[in-house]
């Protein structure tokens, strides 16, 4: 086998040619170089341990520990493991199964909940970082028999087939008419345009959000 010449050797390399560019480097440069490197990323990594280890960090689990939530106007007490999502917990622990897990990865929306008023995908959020903030499901949004001015224009808008992605519209849409009361054909659509409806009602969903917000408006 044909020794590779040494860097002192070797020919200039051909730009044309990738291969001319080979054995420009001895083994000893090579090692020296990659020192260089290491020790450039080993300095920034031993500030950012020193940060972290002097910064104090609340550990819980990997058991199940003790939280609050306030979901539709109840405080409720409970354990949840820190892996479990918003969504898990409402459907599993608090039988508030209203709340979809479609994608589980909040790519449609099914799992919409209101954290604050606004609309959350709940599968992305752990149900131990909800800490006081109040959540609406969208068994929440009926009093007692009365339904929600939503929920009662989907029902006469037919805004619903299979229904699954129904409970997350109807949260989208009421988030809507409380910030805009008066919304354009465009805001409605901006406002839904992250949860997917398999069965294509879009437009009744549509009609159904400016009949909420006429029937609203003309209430006043």
Not at 95 to 100: C, F, Y
Not at 146 to 160: I, N, R, T
Request: glycine share 8%.
């Amino acid at each position: 086998m044909k020794r590779p010449k040494r860097p002192s050797e070797a020919p200039a390399p051909d730009p044309a040619d990738p291969r001319s560019w080979e054995w420009r480097t001895s083994r000893r440069e090579f090692l020296a170089y990659t020192g260089l490197g290491a020790a450039a990323v080993a300095v920034p990594l031993q500030v950012a341990r020193g940060a972290v280890a002097s910064a104090k960090v609340e550990v819980v689990g990997p058991a199940a520990v003790p939280i609050v939530l306030f979901v539709n106007g109840e405080r409720r007490k409970l354990e949840v493991e820190p892996r479990e999502t918003l969504a898990e917990v409402l459907r599993g622990k608090l039988n508030l199964v209203g709340t979809k897990i479609g994608c589980n990865r909040g790519a449609c929306s099914a799992c919409t909940v209101l954290v604050d008023g606004v609309p959350v995908n709940s599968c992305m959020l752990l149900a131990v970082d909800v800490g006081a903030r109040k959540v609406v499901t969208v068994e929440g949004l009926a009093r007692g028999e009365a339904l929600h001015p939503v929920q009662e224009s989907f029902v006469a808008h037919d805004a619903m087939q299979c229904g699954f992605c129904t409970p997350g519209m109807v949260l989208s849409v009421a988030a809507l008419l409380v910030s805009n009361p008066d919304p354009a054909r465009e805001d409605v659509q901006q406002a839904v345009s992250g949860n997917l409806c398999r069965c294509g009602t879009y437009p009744n969903v549509i009609s159904a959000a400016l009949g909420a917000a006429a029937a609203r408006k003309g209430a006043k």
